[in-house]
């Protein structure tokens, strides 16, 4: 995407107005100003949904109650769930999950009630007066993209619109027009090589290899060390026990029967909290030897139980990269996060590979845990042939390693030379939602 050299005509105030960047994935739902350093809104990506009328009041008790649009029937309505504090109140019958299946929308009802939550929370509206920018996964359909400028113009009003393509905004986001994108994420990791502003669809590498994995890999753990994880929304209270010793707890009377798939996301939130603060990756191939010498670090279950992890917090990190580590089941990735990468390029023709290996952009939430960076050099470097210059570009703040794609997006939409780009209101009623091809390569 060579920005200077557009002379496409399309929305011209968005100078006056700013706009608003979306970014939406597995694990949270990023929303914020274009111009802004980090988003405004960082909803979780996962939702409550019910489809009767079980729920009493008004609908709007928790602040995060939203009745769905388009979906009735005999007189029952999809009701949603959405934000931190609704969606972890227990409540019977109450179903979790996301709109998006594989990184793409799966389920429109579910979008755009979270859309218009957010909206609501911007605007106090449901429409929006802003140009919006979308990022959108790189394997995204025309099908589905067309369906989604559809929705923005149609229902939500908006006057102008772009799609861009995460692995180009994540580039964008550490000054490259030019690169390899490493996304490691909630349900996946890709490799998408971008250049010259143009993602090359053709030689995306993706593998389940990602937050979820790890989780399994993690609750596998805990099985065969028999641990049994309490979440915290059954904890009433807790008192101090030795560590290993059994935990001393009380639990909540009177709990709703949640369903499995609150439970789940419970127990899910235990394990990503272990993956945070204890969980580190081995600057080089794990020595067992090596890693049994460092510190062992405690960890503290909801329900007070805490026992002290060593070499195990190494081989959750370890599974990204030799994934004989990997624990779990149905999990079956076919490359580790350096493999992907090296794949991708060399499905490129020849004459790219250079400028790719000269320009590794890594990014997604797996990039967090510590160790993973300076493992991923090494990694790419020892793997690379000997006459490719292997250069990282990894930005230095979690957030902006989070946030890539939207930092980005954010970039992008507040550049003057961007604003010929957009989609106006104007262009979508004259030509269709297929002009989301034309505009947005």
Not at 33 to 49: H, I, S
Not at 232 to 245: C, D, I, R, T
Request: net charge negative; glycine share 8%; aromatic share 12%.
């Amino acid at each position: 995407m060579n920005i200077a050299a557009s002379s496409m005509t399309g929305f011209n105030s968005a100078d006056d107005l700013g706009a608003l960047v979306l970014d939406p994935g597995h694990h949270s739902f990023r929303i914020g100003y274009a111009g802004d350093d980090n988003p405004k809104l960082d909803l979780p990506g996962v939702y409550g949904y019910i489809d009767d009328t079980l729920i009493s009041g008004d609908g709007t008790a928790d602040g995060g109650l939203m009745q769905g649009g388009g979906y009735a029937s005999n007189n029952k309505f999809r009701k949603y769930f959405i934000g931190t504090n609704a969606i972890h109140v227990p409540r019977a019958e109450v179903e979790y999950g996301s709109f998006l299946q594989d990184g793409l929308i799966n389920d429109w009802d579910m979008f755009e009630n979270v859309v218009m939550h957010a909206f609501n929370i911007f605007f106090m509206d449901n429409t929006c007066n802003y140009p919006i920018l979308f990022s959108e996964a790189s394997w995204n359909t025309r099908t589905k993209r067309e369906r989604l400028t559809e929705v923005m113009f149609e229902k939500f009003g908006i006057p102008a619109f772009y799609v861009s393509k995460n692995s180009v905004l994540a580039a964008f986001a550490n000054g490259r027009q030019t690169a390899i994108v490493l996304d490691s994420g909630a349900t996946h990791t890709t490799a998408s090589p971008v250049y010259d502003g143009f993602c090359m669809t053709n030689a995306i590498v993706k593998t389940s290899l990602g937050g979820i994995a790890l989780n399994n890999h993690i609750k596998k753990l805990f099985q065969e060390i028999g641990i049994e994880v309490i979440p915290k929304y059954m904890v009433k209270s807790k008192q101090p026990v030795a560590e290993g010793h059994p935990a001393r707890w009380k639990k909540k009377k009177n709990l709703p029967e949640v369903t499995s798939s609150f439970h789940d996301f419970c127990i899910k939130e235990v394990l990503e909290d272990f993956k945070a603060s204890v969980c580190q990756v081995s600057d080089a191939a794990l020595d067992p030897i090596i890693v049994d010498k460092f510190p062992r670090v405690n960890f503290e279950f909801p329900n007070g139980f805490s026992v002290d992890f060593g070499r195990e917090r190494f081989e959750v990190g370890e599974a990204l990269f030799d994934l004989s580590y990997l624990k779990g089941e149905n999990i079956q990735p076919a490359l580790s996060v350096s493999s992907a990468v090296h794949t991708s390029v060399n499905i490129c023709d020849s004459d790219y590979r250079t400028a790719l290996y000269n320009s590794v952009v890594v990014t997604g939430g797996n990039s967090l845990l510590p160790g993973f960076v300076d493992r991923f050099i090494h990694e790419v470097n020892t793997r690379s042939s000997s006459n490719a210059k292997v250069k990282i570009h990894s930005a230095v703040t979690a957030s902006e390693r989070r946030f890539g794609a939207w930092i980005g997006g954010s970039i992008l939409a507040s550049l003057a030379n961007f604003q010929q780009m957009w989609i106006s209101k104007q262009e979508y009623e004259e030509t269709g939602r297929g002009i989301v091809e034309k505009k947005c390569p």
